[in-house]
């Protein structure tokens, strides 16, 4: 009896509006209604954004110039195996497009492969008031921070004129905006991996890259000719998604790659059992005869 009175004090409280002093019950959230739309983007955010252009070729033939300020297609960073890092920034940018740059090179610092031996790196401003003098600063700010002997000349600061800088963004799929109040661009946070016929391969999104995917998308955009046995290992049982632009693992071929390493390791344990005892059994023939 006390229990079923007690219960109804509990019951006949909750059903009470809230007393002066005391919170009112959690209400559901609008928020939380599958119905309700997400809130409208601020104007100079519209339309900013990145459209993956996965195996879309970039035109090469695009002029820029590079830190010295020389007139170069960009068909001058795309020969051989090695494979591209284009990074699109602007050099007096406040903010975002340094943490795109350091998220970069931190990526790159664990990394075995290197810029010029393995693979380029390629950063593109894509406001048309830089300068190569700007640009030449900045690269010489990162190789101070990169701090690996030997791979100065795989790092290549761009700049160009607004056509050339239109038609690489366009081809890439990078849509941005400039801010006449502040005198800033709105964009995204990205690098890409391209192949080196210029093909894009890979979308890294946000300013913090793994180097793990970094390394797989350099070996995959290289068709395999950098990076070790290793890699291809890790290729087999990680799969790349564009959804979230990373690795990740496949369940299907980790249970394949295990099952094969099973069958190895107990074959090898058997065959060096068989071979023991078939020594053995030899030996003690022939002290027998």
Request: aromatic share 10%; with cysteine; charged share 20%.
């Amino acid at each position: 009896m006390l229990v079923r009175l007690t219960l109804f004090a509990l019951l006949a409280a909750a059903a009470l509006p809230a007393q002066p002093g005391q919170l009112e019950p959690a209400q559901p959230s609008a928020l939380r209604d599958p119905n309700s739309k997400p809130p409208a983007l601020p104007a100079a955010l519209e339309g900013v954004t990145i459209e993956q252009m996965l195996n879309i070729q970039v035109p090469l033939d695009l002029v820029f110039r590079d830190e010295f300020g020389r007139s170069l297609p960009l068909s001058t960073y795309f020969s051989g195996n090695k494979p591209v890092i284009l990074a699109l920034v602007y050099y007096t940018c406040p903010m975002l497009c340094n943490m795109v740059l350091t998220g970069m090179e931190s990526s790159l610092r664990p990394l075995s492969l290197d810029p010029a031996k393995d693979f380029e790196i390629v950063a593109v401003s894509f406001d048309p008031r830089d300068t190569p003098e700007i640009a030449a600063a900045k690269k010489a700010n990162y190789l101070r921070r990169y701090r690996r002997p030997g791979t100065d000349n795989g790092w290549h600061f761009l700049t160009g004129d607004e056509s050339s800088i239109k038609a690489l963004t366009s081809a890439v799929g990078f849509r941005y905006k400039f801010d006449n109040a502040t005198g800033q661009f709105a964009h995204v946070s990205a690098i890409m991996i391209l192949t080196p016929q210029g093909k894009l391969s890979r979308y890294f999104y946000g300013v913090e890259y793994a180097p793990r995917d970094v390394r797989l998308g350099l070996v995959e955009a290289s068709h395999n000719k950098i990076g070790n046995p290793v890699d291809q290992i890790l290729l087999f049982c990680y799969h790349y998604d564009p959804a979230t632009g990373k690795y990740g693992a496949i369940a299907m071929n980790m249970l394949r790659f295990a099952g094969a390493a099973f069958v190895l390791i107990c074959g090898t344990f058997l065959f060096m059992a068989w071979r023991r005892d078939w020594h053995r059994d030899h030996q003690g023939i022939g002290q027998a005869t």
